[in-house]
């Protein structure tokens, strides 16, 4: 294996940084920016990258250039640091964190875009002079002219551990997710009911593109009117659905609030406790007690308006700024609200036993939502999940409490990881004899206007969706009810 020195004397690629900063364009100072944001402070890159978009004033061509070299270099990241390690004659740690980023983005031009290798490294070179100087800018050069020796799939097929000998470390390099992120899927798909063998399809579906879908709030906007303003097409599952192509927030009815950006998965679990069974009248006293930052707050209320003229829904949160996003995200919806900043742990006595409908969309690892936030698999690590699995089983308790005789409660996470999906369900359902759970396929197949058959939801009764089959985030969906 060739290797790089960064005492390596390769000739200046000419200029100085007076020269560099002519030839670095907007879009790649802009993901450049992002990346080492999500490094440095723990930026979230679907929230800053639009903002660092705006502010640069990129042409709609330089921000889709930005947008695909953040998401593919975070995506990316462990795959193109198993090629640089293989380019350099150091260990990764060693290298400066600002200069990997740099040479992460190159390896992903160089690698997986069509953007010429001359330009792809003379570009990330001239990014690294700019920021870190021309001995840096020399090591980058030397790095990344050997990456470009070699295509992906060779450099993959060099650089992977043995499919055999190694699978999951195969697959952690070959697919780009921590070792330890590739055991956990193979363990939810396997508890929620599917083959094994549908892994490396789960983990290059995290790696796709993610549609962008939206929902048009029920009784405030349509699909159809969201068509008409530029949204592409149908949604596959939720009623309420378009998919959207372009920047969604040119819609005028998401910028008036009729309308939001929402994964169909997160609308079909919504939607699935609004259509399940309660015993007795719903008289739409309904909770959503991990309410933040609203977009099933907003969808719940829309149908509350339409179905329960009278009734109310409360929303808890407990970080007051996620509090006043859902403030913000019912604003548009004519629902009577009241929207609580408390810890949803301590119902009050005078809530127990009050809601027809309860809401536990509980805080989780993100591991279903990599797609669209391809950062969350390398900053988690499995210590996160007894905090997180803890609170979970608490939050579920309380929720529990809440709901009236009857009543229905969805236990819903963006995550399908068996500890913080069936585990909590199955250690709360233990602990409460008070509470059964129910076919949460017949309320997904109400929602969607589908027969059960028709939606390739397993043999329940808890539902998870799942990127690869499904097209949306892996929404994990349990429903409970309290005993009459
Ligand atoms: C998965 S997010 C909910 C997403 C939200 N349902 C939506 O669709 O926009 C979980 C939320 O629970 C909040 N949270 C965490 N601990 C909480 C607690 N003890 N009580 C209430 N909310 C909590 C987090 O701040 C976070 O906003």
């Known amino acids: 294996m060739t290797q790089a020195r960064q005492k390596r004397p390769n000739p200046p690629r000419g200029g100085g940084r007076a020269g560099a900063a002519a030839r670095v364009t907007g879009a790649r100072e802009v993901a450049y920016e992002v990346i080492t944001a999500v490094r440095e402070r723990d930026a979230y890159a679907n929230l800053l990258l639009p903002t660092a978009i705006r502010r640069a004033r990129l042409s709609a061509r330089d921000a889709a250039l930005a947008t695909e070299l953040t998401y593919g270099t975070l995506r990316g990241q462990g795959r193109y640091d198993a090629v640089i390690a293989a380019c350099i004659d150091r260990p990764l740690d060693d290298v400066d964190p600002g200069l990997l980023d740099a040479l992460r983005m190159g390896a992903h031009q160089v690698l997986a875009t069509r953007i010429g290798a001359h330009a792809a ?14 001995g840096s800018a020399r090591f980058a050069n030397a790095v990344l002219r050997r990456v470009a020796e070699k295509d992906l799939d060779t450099w993959l097929g060099e650089v992977a551990p043995d499919a055999v000998s190694d699978p999951d470390g195969h697959l952690a390099v070959v697919h780009s997710h921590p070792a330890w992120v590739v055991r956990a899927l193979r363990d939810a798909l396997v508890t929620h009911g599917r083959p094994a063998a ?52 040119g819609l005028p009815a998401i910028g008036a609030g009729r309308a939001r950006v929402q994964d169909e998965g997160s609308q079909v679990v919504t939607l699935a406790l609004t259509a399940a069974a309660v015993e007795g009248d719903d008289t739409g006293a309904w909770l959503d007690l991990c309410a933040g930052p609203g977009g099933k707050a907003a969808l719940l209320g829309a149908v509350l308006a339409q179905e329960q003229p009278d009734g109310e829904l409360v929303a808890v949160e407990s970080q007051p700024h996620r509090a006043g996003l859902v403030e913000q995200a019912l604003a548009a919806v004519p629902v009577t609200h009241e929207v609580l900043t408390a810890d949803g742990r301590q119902i009050p006595d005078s809530d127990k036993d009050c809601y027809d409908r309860v809401l536990v969309d509980a805080p989780c690892s993100g591991l279903g939502a990599l797609r669209r936030r391809p950062e969350a698999r390398w900053r988690r690590s499995p210590g996160d999940l007894p905090g997180l699995t803890g609170l979970q089983r608490d939050l579920l308790d309380a929720g529990l409490d809440a709901v009236r005789p009857g009543g229905v409660l969805a236990y819903v996470t963006c995550s399908p990881h068996p500890a913080e999906t069936a585990v909590v369900v199955a250690d709360v359902l233990r602990k409460r004899a008070d509470v059964v759970q129910l076919d949460a396929r017949e309320a997904v197949a109400t929602a969607t206007g589908r027969p059960v058959a028709e939606l390739d939801l397993g043999a329940g009764p808890a539902v998870q969706l799942w990127p690869h089959r499904h097209g949306t985030d892996a929404m994990y969906l349990a429903l409970l009810r309290k005993g009459g």
Do not use: K
């Open 121 to 134: 490294v003379s570009t990330s070179v001239d990014l690294v002079r700019l920021h870190a100087g021309q």
């Open 198 to 249: 549908e892994l490396p399809d789960l983990l290059a579906a995290d790696n796709d593109r993610p549609t962008v879908s939206a929902v048009a709030l029920p009784g405030l906007s349509t699909p159809e009117e969201l068509r008409a303003e530029g949204g592409a097409g149908p949604g596959r599952w939720s009623p309420y659905a378009v998919t959207v192509h372009g920047s969604p927030e």
